[in-house]
């Protein structure tokens, strides 16, 4: 064997035992990742590549470095809701979780009761437009446990409403808005609307395609009962639908939009 077929066949063991290494790493902190309720019909989520969580002030405290440690690569952060509530951990956990190398993205509340212009400038107020966060999200779904505003829209005036949010977060981040939604409000107002929209959907008793009809997603919100090292107590889990390759793109568009 020549010199240079020697180094090229020493580089070729050096990366393979490297990718295995940290192939085992990545399996290794995804094993400290758990359910303190677990469903069986969603365990396929348990074991899908990609890993985050969303959270808001109700996880308290959380330990950034322990969260991505554990296996965890993105965050959905909650930022707003309506025309005039911010979160109180939100920007504690914006800079916290980019401190700790999480993947991040702000997401929004939608409050029907209050004009969709006032509630875009609201967020556009205080959501930073940091160019390495992941997309908006646009968080739509009933809320029938207000005490102020437990009342269902239209379908027409909250798609109309729906449609003015994304633009507005649209212009404010430069990205084009992932929408969130749950089953219910899917099957009464979204059907059929917004396909040129990432979705992420939340099924924590099914898998998506199970239970959404005609709906591609990009996220699976899988269980409201995770246990992550780092925060205490539930917190949700989610995964995204695609691989680690297809995920470190997604990265690597994030990075070159710095």
């Known amino acids: 064997m020549s010199p240079a077929s020697r180094i090229a066949a020493t580089l070729c063991l050096t990366l393979s035992f490297w990718m ?20 069986d019909d969603v365990a396929r989520a348990h074991r899908m590549p990609v890993q ?7 996880q308290g405290d959380i330990d950034w470095l322990q969260v991505r440690k554990s296996g965890v690569q993105f965050a959905f952060i909650k930022a707003t809701e309506g025309g ?27 409050y029907w009761c209050r004009p969709a212009h006032e ?10 437009a940091d160019p390495d966060a992941l997309p908006p999200v646009l968080d739509v779904e009933w809320n029938g446990h207000s005490k102020n505003c437990p009342k269902k829209v239209s379908r027409t ?3 109309s409403k729906i449609r003015l949010l994304l633009d507005a977060m649209e ?12 089953l219910t409000f899917h099957r009464e107002v979204l059907v059929g609307e917004l396909k040129n929209y990432h979705f992420w959907l939340r099924s924590t008793a099914a898998e998506p395609a199970k239970v959404y009809r005609d709906r591609d997603f ?3 919100q899988f269980t409201t009962t995770g246990h992550v090292p780092g925060i205490k107590g539930k917190v949700d889990r989610n995964s995204f639908n695609g691989t680690q390759s297809s995920w470190n793109r997604v990265l690597q568009w994030l990075e070159a939009s710095n």
């Not at 295995?20 to 469903?39: I, M, Q, T, V």
């Not at 985050?52 to 109700?58: M, N, P, R, T, Y």
Request: glycine share 6%; hydrophobic share 45%; net charge positive.
């Open 84 to 110: 005039d509530h911010l979160d109180p951990k939100f920007l504690d956990n914006w800079y916290a979780a980019k401190r700790a190398g999480v993947a991040r993205g702000a997401y929004h509340f939608v």
């Open 218 to 220: 990009s996220f699976w």
């Open 20 to 39: 295995a290494g940290a192939a085992a790493e990545l399996a290794h902190s995804r094993s400290r990742l758990s359910d303190y309720k677990p469903h």
């Open 171 to 182: 212009a404010h981040t430069g990205k084009k808005p992932i929408i969130y939604t749950d």
């Open 157 to 159: 005036l909250a798609l």
């Open 52 to 58: 985050g969580i969303d959270v808001s002030a109700w």
């Open 119 to 128: 509630q875009a400038l609201w967020f556009m107020l205080n959501v930073p």
